[in-house]
């Protein structure tokens, strides 16, 4: 029996974790109305999609910088008081959070790291399972049925 094992390409091993948070979608009704953000997020050559509210974000950027304190540096979007259902501030949000991912991932996969997901020559290392085992907000299917945002 011969076994194929395909390679990542040399443009996937160079950007091995690609993120985009392509739009955001209104959810509920009432007072329990809010924004979810669609996080798709490609790792070597699977990719899948997940929903969560600004409030998952944070959650998860608060509960990682304690045990990665290398990603204490980052900038998160603040927390605004009022107008976070005004259309221009949800689509700048967005920029923000995408721009967020994207350095957490650049920081979580440098050498200097003390993340399992830490870069290493061959990049095999990373799949869905590793991004997931980080932290729940990876996870599809986390949140669904929640206040807090679909999977």
Request: glycine share 4%; with cysteine.
């Amino acid at each position: 029996m011969v076994s194929i094992h395909s390679c990542p390409s040399p443009d996937t091993l160079k950007d091995p974790v690609r993120i985009t948070i392509p739009r955001y979608v209104l959810r509920g009704q009432g007072k329990d109305e809010h924004y979810e953000f669609e996080v798709k997020i490609t790792v070597l050559d699977e990719t899948w999609t997940v929903f969560r509210r600004y409030s998952r974000f944070r959650e998860m950027h608060k509960s990682l910088k304690m045990k990665y304190p290398e990603l204490a540096a980052l900038e998160f979007p603040p927390k605004k008081l009022f107008g976070n259902r005004d259309e221009r501030m949800v689509a700048e949000r967005r920029n923000h959070l995408e721009r967020y991912l994207r350095n957490f991932f650049h920081v979580m996969l440098s050498s200097s790291s003390s993340s399992p997901l830490r870069a290493d020559d061959s990049g095999m290392h990373l799949s869905k399972h590793a991004i997931c085992n980080i932290s729940p907000f990876f996870k599809k299917g986390v949140f669904d049925y929640s206040s807090h945002g679909t999977g």
